[in-house]
């Protein structure tokens, strides 16, 4: 049973940072795993996509401000979060599937495996 279980959120001022973490149990092989995101009203969005080492995706909107990446000692997926604005506040989400088609990466319904979710919060 894979268990995806996230932390680092928190509330920020508009410029600041923050380290997201999803610690990953339950895998007994190579997961695709990613970033997304739920702002109120609005429909759940991929932001970083985490195949292996070099081989990364990064929604637009996010692109040059946040770095994915993954630490294979600690199962642990990250998302590093620079010069945040109001409109990175949701509820952030780890996610992983054993496969995921290069076109759908950053779309939720390709992904098998969630994360209860981590809040963030950006104050202008």
């Known amino acids: 049973q894979v268990q995806l279980v996230e932390s680092g959120g928190g509330s920020v001022e508009a410029g600041g940072s923050l380290r997201l973490s999803c610690v990953a149990s339950?895998?007994?092989?190579?997961?695709?795993m990613a970033w997304f995101r739920q702002a109120p009203g609005k429909e759940r969005e991929g932001v970083a996509v985490?195949?292996?080492?070099?081989?990364?995706r990064y929604a637009d909107s996010v692109k040059g401000r946040f770095t994915i990446g993954h630490d294979n000692a600690q199962n642990t997926l990250y998302l590093e979060m620079n010069r945040l604005s109001p409109e990175d506040t949701a509820i952030y989400y780890c996610?992983?599937?054993?496969?995921?088609?290069?076109?759908?990466?950053?779309?939720?319904?390709?992904?098998?495996?969630w994360g209860q979710g981590t809040q963030v919060t950006v104050s202008s």
């Open positions: 985490f195949v292996s080492d070099g081989i990364t």
């Open positions: 339950g895998m007994t092989d190579r997961y695709v």
């Open positions: 996610a992983a599937a054993p496969q995921v088609l290069w076109e759908s990466q950053l779309r939720p319904n390709a992904y098998d495996y």
